[in-house]
């Protein structure tokens, strides 16, 4: 058995009626709607993603819903002042009938109307009378002073974090697909990204959708709520944006790319790296031994000059180089015995 609190998010099935009529005044089903005359071609049905308690129903009906069951059906009565509230004689207003024939209007009983008032807020109200070129206008609601009885269904209790945001989102802007909006919940921020749907719905009823919605999130604990695009951005007028646009593609555009080292000089500093570390190892026949004179150097250099090898076949040539040495060392020693030999014999 669930049963909803204040601060949950739900779907629910409604039909408010007038208790002492019987009409019927609003409704989530398009069926009931069509049989009542108040079907709207615009209108969206099924059931309503609501927050228990953010004030998306009338008061008392809202007060109502905390502590039924989902999956029940309730009938639930709500007195004057906690429906349209009640009748007040103050907002029965009289004007002249010459008022509204300066505006071309003829008034009639039952004509709705819309006055302005000195601070610009507009009332919606009903005339009363046309008597004696005088115009009496009820600017109370039409159902004010009535009892309504409204038949009830929580269909469903919306749990997951992500899918409360899009519920709300629904409820805002019922004409967009609330699937297609990026969403990112966290403990107390959420972002709402509804640039994959800026094609769907007009940018001034995207603002005021968006200026809702801050309203709702905060009510569900949302303490840090940011919307891409944000409201600003939607109110600019379509030239500066556009101009802003082509401000940052060519920013992006005149942006320099990372300098990237040159191919030639990297390979220049390879090889001199490279030569560095093979004359470090260089094995130690190829430095002079003792006893070689300047002959035997000029001998090598020239062997060297000669007969050029790579670099890692340089232990080989230090291997002959040795053998070449020996022999040259043998020689010399041989002649100095000779020598010394002969100054002997004299």
């Not at 940018?203 to 999130?217: F, H, P, V, Y």
């Not at 080292?261 to 390879?270: D, I, R, V």
Request: hydrophobic share 30%; aromatic share 4%; net charge negative.
């Amino acid at each position: 058995m669930v049963k909803v609190e204040k601060g949950d998010v739900i779907k629910l099935r409604y039909t408010g009626k007038i208790k002492e009529t019987g009409e019927i005044f609003d409704t989530t089903d398009e069926e009931i709607a069509k049989q009542a005359g108040i079907y709207k071609e615009n209108g969206v049905y099924g059931p309503v993603p609501i927050a228990v308690g953010a004030g998306h129903v009338l008061r008392g009906l809202d007060e109502a819903l905390e502590g039924l069951e989902v999956g029940k059906k309730y009938e639930i009565e709500i007195p004057p002042e906690k429906g349209f509230g009640r009748r007040d004689r103050k907002l029965i207003k009289t004007f002249t009938l010459g008022q509204f024939r300066r505006q071309g209007i003829i008034p009639f009983p039952g004509m709705p109307v819309e006055i302005e008032t000195e601070g610009g807020r507009k009332l919606k109200g009903r005339v009363l009378t046309v008597s004696g070129g005088r115009v009496r206008v009820d600017f109370n609601h039409p159902y004010a002073g009535k009892h309504l009885v409204y038949e009830v269904e929580i269909v469903e209790k919306i749990e997951d974090p992500i899918e409360k945001v899009k519920a709300m989102i629904e409820l805002r802007l019922p004409r967009i697909d609330a699937n297609k909006v990026v969403i990112e919940v966290g403990e107390k921020d959420v972002v709402v990204d509804f640039t994959p749907v800026l094609d769907e719905v007009d940018r001034g009823t995207l603002a005021i959708g968006e200026m809702l919605l801050e309203s709702d999130l905060k009510f569900l604990g949302y303490e840090e709520i940011t919307f891409k695009p944000n409201i600003e951005e939607l109110l600019k007028p379509p030239e500066e944006a556009e101009a802003e646009a082509e401000a940052t593609e060519e920013k992006v555009e005149g942006q320099e790319k990372p300098e990237e080292a040159e191919p030639a000089e990297t390979t220049e500093a390879t090889e001199e790296t490279t030569e560095t570390a093979l004359e470090e190892t260089k094995e130690p026949a190829e430095e002079k031994e003792e006893g070689e004179g300047p002959k035997e150097e000029a001998e090598k250099a020239e062997e060297n000059e000669e007969k050029p090898k790579k670099r890692t076949r340089k232990s080989t040539k230090g291997r002959k180089t040795r053998r070449t040495t020996t022999k040259k060392t043998t020689s010399k020693k041989k002649t100095k015995a000779a020598e010394e030999k002969e100054e002997k014999s004299e």
